[in-house]
């Protein structure tokens, strides 16, 4: 019988620095999904922590609201 030994390099939960460096964004705009409620964050003391989890399901998800297009018809001519 083998024994497999746990995968050590997954981590449960990344400070915001790390949890920007995963999804490739600034600590900046991730508090701005913080802030959006986008992601959920949990307390450790006074750090907040974010899931492995819920970081893998903000970079599977489409975000198409977040790019902010103004149609031609509502554009105004000077």
Do not use: C, W
Not at 12 to 28: F, G, H, P, T
Not at 31 to 50: C, F, N, P, S
């Amino acid at each position: 019988m083998s024994t497999a030994t746990p995968n050590t390099s997954a981590r449960m939960l990344y400070d915001r620095k790390e949890a920007a460096r995963q999804l490739s964004i600034s600590v900046r705009s991730l508090d701005y999904l913080i802030a959006g409620k986008q992601l959920e964050t949990r307390r450790i003391g006074k750090k907040v922590m974010i899931p492995h989890g819920v970081l893998a399901r903000y970079a599977r998800a489409d975000h198409f609201g977040s790019v902010n297009i103004t149609p031609d018809h509502l554009k105004t001519t000077v």
